[in-house]
């Protein structure tokens, strides 16, 4: 029989991680490598995480207080905005605006680019965002974040077109990107284009501290098999995507697990720390996938090459597509590259798995999307 004696126990204690590396400082320090750097864009960062940060707080109370559910109003992709959304999105807007240097606004909530007034010049920075994505699983308590990409102004002097040529920019002009997941912990990913940085939000000094630096997505050893994807729509997905997830249940495979979580930011930022591949494909319902180009795909893609992965629409690098339009959607295969390279190649029909049948052709009378 195993005794268990509480009077006898020394008390846990869990050690505080003496690494106190602020975001600010490392961002301060990443840009002393480059002499011409002014300060201005990690003052532009911090009104990021300050945004990030009372998010958090309303998150996690959003039982508490009366902040579930929907606002009974509509984005412009006809989805329901909960109000945590539009919290979350005036709080970014309100908080970059008084930055001094943000010219230009996106969001996934606002129909049409924001111009920021400004009392000193012509501001150099656009940002885009997604405030809040996966938001529609927070009556579930399901993790939730925010997305978001940098870019310098493309226009020169007034904007006159409502900033849309400043938004339009394809996602290997970001200066930067990152995103705030706001799960078990809060935690902060960014990248400059020099590797892919994690931050954990310390709640008592309310700052966020620097966890992993140079973050590599991991490639090998079983654990990193993951795929994740919503399975119910496969019937409509491109052949080739249904011949991989045929191809990695079988034995020869791994094979590899399952895990979707629904809410992009979570699942990429397990695929970021344990591997695999993330994808939203085309399907019968969203021919072009569901996900957004501008603030959901390009910031992601960003983070994940820089963390040595990849990130396709299925036959084109993410970053390289010229956007048209300010919410077109695309579709998403990201993650480890030896994944993403695999299905790309079974889509574009030069490999067939081993002990794998081809696929049938799509029997739903429209055109496998891509
Ligand atoms: P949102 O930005 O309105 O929350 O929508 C995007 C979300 C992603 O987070 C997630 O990957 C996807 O929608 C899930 O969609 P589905 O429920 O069709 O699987
Ligand atoms: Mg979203």
């Known amino acids: 029989m195993a005794e268990y004696d509480p009077h006898a126990q020394e008390p846990v204690v869990m050690e505080p991680t003496d690494r106190y590396i602020t975001v600010q400082q490392h961002l301060i320090e990443q840009q002393a490598r480059h002499p011409t750097a002014t300060g201005e864009f990690s003052w532009l960062l911090s009104g990021i995480t300050l945004a990030t940060k009372i998010i958090q707080t309303k998150v996690r109370r959003a039982g508490l207080i009366n902040i579930l559910g929907d606002l009974g109003t509509q984005n412009i992709h006809g989805e329901r905005q909960q109000k945590l959304d539009v919290f979350a999105n005036d709080m970014i807007q309100y908080c970059l605006s008084f ?3 943000v010219a230009v606004m996106a969001s996934e909530e606002l129909d049409e680019p924001v111009v920021i007034k400004s009392r000193n010049g012509h501001p150099r920075y656009v940002v885009v965002f997604d405030p809040l994505d996966g938001s529609t699983n927070l009556d579930a308590n399901v993790s939730v974040g925010t997305i978001f990409g940098i870019y310098h102004r493309v226009s020169r002097g007034p904007i006159t077109d409502g ?3 400043d938004v339009l920019q394809p996602g290997i002009r970001q200066l930067a990107a990152g ?4 799960g078990s912990s ?5 990248t400059t284009g020099h590797g892919v940085h994690l931050f954990t939000l310390d709640p008592e000094a309310g700052s966020f501290m620097l966890c992993n630096e140079n973050v590599r997505i991991p490639e090998q050893g079983e654990k990193s098999r993951i795929y994740s994807v919503n399975e119910a729509n496969s019937d409509s997905f491109h052949p080739g995507i249904q011949e991989w997830l045929r191809w990695a249940k079988t034995r020869a495979a791994g094979p590899y697990t ?4 629904g809410s992009m930011v979570a699942d990429v930022h397990r695929t970021l720390v ?10 019968a319902k969203t021919p072009r996938g569901k996900l957004r180009l ?3 795909a390009n910031p992601i893609a960003f983070l994940l ?4 992965g990849m990130a396709t629409d299925g036959q084109n690098r993410i970053l390289e597509k010229q956007p048209t339009e300010l919410h077109e959607r695309t579709p998403l295969i990201c993650g480890a590259s030896r994944d993403v390279r695999h299905i790309m190649s079974m889509i574009q029909g030069s490999a067939t798995a081993p002990g794998v049948r081809s696929a049938p052709t799509t029997t739903l009378g429209h055109a496998p999307a891509m």
Do not use: D, H, K
């Open 163 to 165: 900033g849309l040529a």
């Open 186 to 190: 809060t935690v902060l990913a960014y």
């Open 305 to 308: 090459e820089q963390a040595g």
């Open 258 to 261: 399952s895990r979707y979580i």
């Open 179 to 182: 995103y705030v997941v706001y």
């Open 294 to 296: 501008l603030y959901e």
């Open 274 to 283: 344990c591997g695999g591949v993330f994808m939203y494909p085309g399907t």
């Open 99 to 101: 930055r001094g240097n």
